[in-house]
Nanobody
Framework: QVQLVESGGGLVQAGGSLRLSCAAS????????MGWYRQAPGKQRELVAR???????NYADSVKGRFTIVGDNAKNTVYLQMNSLKPEDTAVYYC??????????????WGQGTQVTVSS
């Protein structure tokens, strides 16, 4: 079981920055992968960024070069640094933790979401 608590959302002007935090209830080293998804009104939830326990990362094309995902094992927290924000980044951002083993399928845990609003 993994509980996730997100923070750091808010209102920012275009071109500004925000840092989202996702605190996990257990060591993130024991979690296969963690990531951030977002969902804008009327749109499907989409992957923004993901980091594995081996520190491999991948990003949506729309955020490459602007967003960075990092993990802090000491704090059991994953961060999403968002720079050069655009109005189209406006969405509810969700943290997710993914766990699987050779004997069990992947299971996704989700946080409650945090609103990010970018004004033009």
């Amino acid at each position: 079981q993994v509980q996730l608590v997100e923070s750091g959302g808010g209102l920012v002007q275009a071109g500004g920055s925000l840092r989202l935090s996702c605190a996990a209830s257990r060591s993130i080293g024991s979690i296969n992968a963690m990531g951030w998804y977002r969902q804008a009104p009327g749109k499907q939830r989409e992957l923004v960024a993901r980091i594995t326990s081996g520190s491999s990362t991948n990003y949506a094309d729309s955020v490459k070069g602007r967003f960075t995902i990092v993990g802090d094992n000491a704090k059991n927290t994953v961060y999403l640094q968002m720079n050069s924000l655009k109005p189209e980044d406006t969405a509810v951002y969700y943290c997710t933790a993914q766990r699987w083993t050779t004997d069990s399928p992947r299971y996704d845990y989700w946080g409650q979401g945090t609103q990010v609003t970018v004004s033009s």
